[in-house]
């Protein structure tokens, strides 16, 4: 046989294999995926970009009036009679003012940016949730697989047995029920994992068949989460103390438009000349520069702002409070969730180790003829119930954590 024929295409295996394990992708990497292609999150971002343009828009002076007037009578002047007369004017805030509308700008934009890294904790969090629910499927697809082969070698066993008159022939079909419910099982947990992968690639804006690597086993550590970093942290609460910075601001800003407004301005008056008369400036056009004032004398609605602003202060630190201890109280289930997940997939460890210690006894006592087939199957079927409650509990310990990083991260 000619080695190269073997050597290349194996080369070429071990490339693809390779290639595959190198492409594996980790649960961080699939968050990045699920951001970077999330329409919602690129979307805000175009938002927020829009700021920019709004700062334009509050840095800008009202329309330059202009107005022009022509004399129908026209009236005379001591260098002649009044044509017509042209005026231009340009108001002015006060000082201060272009300064606060900038700043409301940019506590509306740091706003924006809250929400959005609100929406991307949320996405964050499913992406998790999903994660961890497809890694708990595959795990009980793998205890139930475990379990049907064993089935499957004492159905073996007990035919053998039958053979040589040392089992009942009903003893077998009990055996071989039990596969058919295990299989029935089986089955239903792979259609749902195929459901959960399509929600899995939906999340990540990807196709549905696209291929996800699950690990068989997450290596996991009972952390401490600080619930004191809810009001720090939590966007839910950053959000509603930058919405009353903002209504702060809108309050200075009503106070500064409640100062008078100033109009730089002029006028320019064409005159014509006094014929056959020979006078100073005879003929020649006025200038006349003006400069007025607004004044908010009787205006109620500037102090009606002030007060709509300073309420709507109030009534968001109440909102803040009631919040808080909403959240609080989600911290105080998932944290104590958590602790009892973990203590719980303690317990279920002992109880399979134990388990499997009187399944092998079982197993040797066997030959002596003290122990049957349906005896062990009860056992393994036991062992199961164990393996899966843990599986269980270990998706309540990620889920909870999920729930807590959510609450105090940033």
């Not at 022509?70 to 260098?79: D, N």
Request: charged share 30%; hydrophobic share 35%; proline share 2%.
């Amino acid at each position: 046989m000619n080695s190269k024929k073997v050597k290349y295409p194996l080369l070429f295996c071990l490339f693809l294999l390779f290639s595959f394990l190198g492409k594996a992708q980790t649960l961080d990497e699939y968050i990045q995926i699920a951001v970077d292609n999330n329409y919602g999150l690129q979307s805000e971002s175009l938002e927020i970009e829009n700021f920019e343009n709004k700062k334009e828009q509050v840095r800008s002076l009202k329309d330059t009036k202009i107005d022009f007037g022509y004399f129908v009578s026209e009236p005379e002047t001591r260098v002649g009679s009044q044509r017509a007369k042209v005026g231009v004017g340009q108001e002015f805030p006060w000082f201060g003012t272009f300064k606060a509308r900038e700043e409301i700008v940019n506590s509306q934009k740091e706003e924006k940016k809250i929400l959005q890294n609100l929406s991307k904790k949320e996405l964050i969090s499913q992406v998790q949730l999903s994660y961890y629910n497809l890694y708990k499927i595959q795990s009980e697809i793998e205890t139930y697989k475990e379990y049907i082969q064993n089935i499957s070698l004492y159905e073996e066993l007990s035919l053998k047995a039958v053979e040589t008159n040392n089992m009942k022939l009903t003893d077998v079909y009990k055996i071989q029920i039990k596969k058919e419910d295990f299989l029935n099982m089986l089955a239903k947990k792979e259609q749902l994992l195929v459901l959960e992968k399509r929600i899995f690639n939906k999340l990540l804006q990807r196709n549905q068949q696209d291929t996800i690597v699950i690990p068989t086993k997450i290596e996991f550590k009972n952390r401490i989460f600080n619930g004191k970093l809810l009001e720090e942290n939590n966007p839910i609460i950053l959000n509603i103390e930058q919405q009353k910075q903002t209504a702060s601001k809108n309050e200075f800003l009503t106070t500064k438009e409640n100062k008078p407004k100033i109009q730089i301005g002029m006028d320019y008056i064409f005159v014509d000349e006094i014929k056959g008369m020979q006078i100073t400036d005879n003929g020649k056009d006025v200038f006349m520069p003006k400069v007025s004032l607004t004044i908010p004398i009787l205006s109620k609605n500037y102090k009606a702002k002030k007060q709509q602003y300073q309420v709507t202060q109030d009534a968001l630190d109440l909102k803040k409070k009631e919040q808080l201890k909403a959240l609080e109280i989600a911290y105080r289930k998932a944290e104590t969730a958590y602790q009892n997940a973990y203590l719980d997939m303690q317990t279920e460890l002992k109880k399979i180790s134990k388990m499997k210690e009187i399944i092998e006894v079982s197993l040797t006592s066997l030959s002596t003829g003290d122990v049957d087939y349906l005896d062990i199957l009860s056992l393994e079927e036991e062992n199961l119930k164990y393996e899966l409650k843990y599986t269980e509990k270990e998706y309540e310990f990620f889920k909870n954590e999920v729930i807590l990083q959510f609450l105090t991260e940033k």
